[in-house]
């Protein structure tokens, strides 16, 4: 068990160096000047040749590429990760803040429809042909086809302004000093963001459970059971939820990737400040430091879910641990 | 077997009864293959209708009428207007055709770079193989919006930046089953006898790989729209890529934001609808397509 956890973190971990030596490439390639992009358009169209030499020269902008991430490597690994222009702050300070909102978003999103996907989906597959099981196809296949953002300009449009159950955006009501802002504002304040997420996210999960779930009804066991005389529901909870939940499970560690597309837009549409508003603003605004920290951390959060995913697998299903033991 | 006749009856009675696939009438199956082409084309042909009209409405979609500012939809205007007096109707088709145009040319240039790294993989030894799965594993692993965000910041932002952002970022699920169906071919039986009876290799690829491979490519490259379409108005909407003064969904949405307090519905709503209504046609050409050229998934 302790290699097979071993050999999955060392993989966890050549594949975020790989993330950040793409993340880094690909932001050198950009034209956008960072060093037009910190002093401002108005400061560089006034500046002196000289100055504008100096300047060049004390961000380094001569020094190739790979010197470049060498040294950002080795301050990295040190816990520096450089400070973002545009929040004029440590971008370990910005990260860290912003990806506790983040994950907290993600978290209730991805908990909520996981659990409401499962559930509908094992009541439309056990009742297929029923109106339950169309209305709960209806929904995944218009769903699927819904983009989160526009979902989220909806709720805002209807549960914000129009009704004013919830406030327009950011994360604690404006004005309020940190220190005085209460679990329940957070709360009031992640419902229609994490309602969006869940609502989205619940799609692909349903669909998935229920054709398993058909599959399962089919499958021998479950017909000798209700042979037995055992009912439908009965049959479903003693036989059925273990394969189900197994799948379920895979599945939704491996949409945290897209959970996490989704929260950038939903905290786009909400003004709520998390990385993906942060990551908007540092490619908008050319924060090369602060871009290629979230690079890094997204897909932490994406290669960490695997992991996790892969992990519970060996636990829940010792055939697989065994697999993996004799292949590596 | 039978699925439509399993919709009338109780799950449990079909559960217990099978019904032999003679019984069926044969009538009804010809309706349903005609159904399958018939709402595949359909909803191709309404697609081309959109990026026509999208086209020929894009002068409408620019001009402003300060007269008529701020409207909501009405007989003159369906969708309304906006604060500029510009036709929300317009605007919606015009940047409809946009966006579906950018998606087509994303869709297909992902596709094609999906079947060569797919092809690589499977033929290209087991070297390759593991190369180019660990690099798939790699791009599944950075979320899809992040890596639309880089490449669109590396190609300073702009049309271009998004249209190749949306282009470079679409292939590794393709990739995966690409992969997996040339291994299956190439393990098959009927290639092993090909090279028994000394066929040459690229008539072994011409003549037993390609129409293996080929349905699947074709279903893979239609199921792409709805992604690339879907990424393409959230990286606009996010402020990258397209200038305001083209009408592009995500432009639209992203420019209703600002009026959203001020009570105006229509700019969001209609936009919005006519979005996901297209991509739901994609989904229809996609799935109806996979009917009819894949034998294993017709009876579905």
């Given at each position: 068990m302790a290699r097979f956890i071993l050999k999955h973190i060392v993989r966890l971990a050549l594949l975020l160096f790989a993330v950040s030596v793409i993340a880094f490439l690909l932001i050198s390639l950009s034209p956008v000047d960072p060093v037009q992009a910190n002093v401002g358009q108005a400061a560089w169209t006034s500046m002196s040749e000289a100055k504008r030499a100096q300047l060049a020269e004390y961000w380094g902008v001569d020094v190739p590429i790979w010197q470049r991430y060498v040294n950002w490597l080795t301050s990295t690994l040190q816990g520096d990760l450089g400070t973002s222009?545009?929040?004029?702050?440590p971008v370990a300070d910005v990260i860290s803040w912003r990806a506790g909102n983040t994950l907290l978003l993600m978290a209730v999103a991805w908990v909520v429809s996981g659990v409401l996907g499962f559930t509908l989906g094992i009541v439309a597959g056990v009742k297929r042909g029923s109106i339950v099981d169309k209305v709960v196809k209806a929904y995944c296949f218009v769903l699927a086809a819904t983009p989160t953002f526009w979902l989220g300009l909806l709720f805002l449009m209807v549960f914000?302004?129009?009704?004013?159950?919830?406030?327009?955006?950011?994360s604690t009501p404006i004005g309020k000093a940190a220190a005085d802002v209460t679990l329940l504002d957070v709360a009031h304040h992640m419902v229609l963001p994490a309602i969006t997420l869940s609502v989205v996210g619940v799609a692909q999960i349903a669909l998935h459970t229920r054709e398993k779930t058909i599959d399962v009804m089919e499958s021998d066991y479950v017909r000798f059971a209700r042979a037995r005389g055992m009912g439908t529901w009965e049959a479903v909870r003693r036989h059925g939820l273990r394969n189900l939940a197994l799948p379920a499970i895979t599945l939704q560690f491996a949409s945290i990737s897209e959970i996490f597309g989704g929260s950038v837009l939903v905290e786009q549409v909400f003004s709520y400040p998390g990385l993906g508003q942060a990551a908007v603003t540092a490619a908008l605004g050319g924060d090369a430091a602060l871009l290629v920290a979230i690079a890094v951390v997204s897909s932490a959060f994406v290669f960490g879910g695997n992991l996790v995913a892969n992990i519970l697998y060996g636990m829940i299903d010792p055939r697989i641990r065994r697999g993996e033991a004799a292949r590596g | 077997m039978g699925k439509w006749n399993s919709a009338a009856l109780h799950p449990r009675e079909t559960q217990f009864m099978s019904i032999p696939?003679?019984?069926?009438?044969?009538r009804r199956r010809v309706t349903n293959r005609k159904v399958t082409v018939a709402s595949c084309i359909g909803a191709a042909v309404l697609l081309a209708i959109v990026v026509v009209a999208g086209q020929l409405l894009a002068g409408q979609a620019v001009t402003a009428d300060f007269s008529a500012k701020?409207?909501?939809?009405?007989?003159?205007h369906l969708f309304g207007t906006d604060w500029m007096g510009r036709d929300m109707l317009a605007r919606t088709f015009a940047g409809l055709s946009t966006s579906v145009l950018i998606g087509l040319l994303a869709a297909c240039v992902s596709a094609l770079i999906a079947l060569a790294i797919a092809a690589i993989a499977a033929l290209g030894g087991k070297r390759a193989d593991a190369v180019v799965t660990w690099f798939v594993d790699l791009f599944m692993g950075i979320p899809h919006i992040v890596m639309l965000i880089l490449i669109s910041y590396a190609l300073g932002k702009g049309v271009v930046g998004v249209t190749v952002a949306v282009s470079l970022t679409h292939w590794p699920s393709l990739t995966r089953v690409l992969r997996a169906e040339i291994l299956q071919c190439r393990e098959s039986q009927f290639v092993a006898h090909a090279q028994k009876l000394g066929q040459s290799r690229l008539r072994i690829a011409l003549t037993h790989m390609v129409p293996y491979v080929l349905p699947q490519f074709i279903v893979g490259l239609v199921l792409l729209f709805p992604h690339a379409i879907m990424h393409e108005a959230a990286i606009t909407f996010l402020g990258?890529?397209?200038?305001?003064?083209?009408?592009?969904i995500g432009i639209i949405l992203s420019e209703s934001m600002s009026y959203l307090s001020a009570g105006m519905w229509w700019l969001a709503l209609f936009p919005g609808l006519a979005l996901v209504l297209t991509v739901m046609l994609f989904d229809v050409v996609g799935s109806n397509l996979r009917r009819i050229l894949d034998p294993h998934s017709s009876q579905e």
């Open positions: 222009l545009r929040y004029n702050a914000a302004v129009a009704l004013g159950w919830f406030p327009i955006g950011f | 696939v003679l019984h069926v009438p044969l701020s409207l909501m939809p009405s007989a003159d990258f890529g397209l200038p305001p003064d083209i009408p592009a």
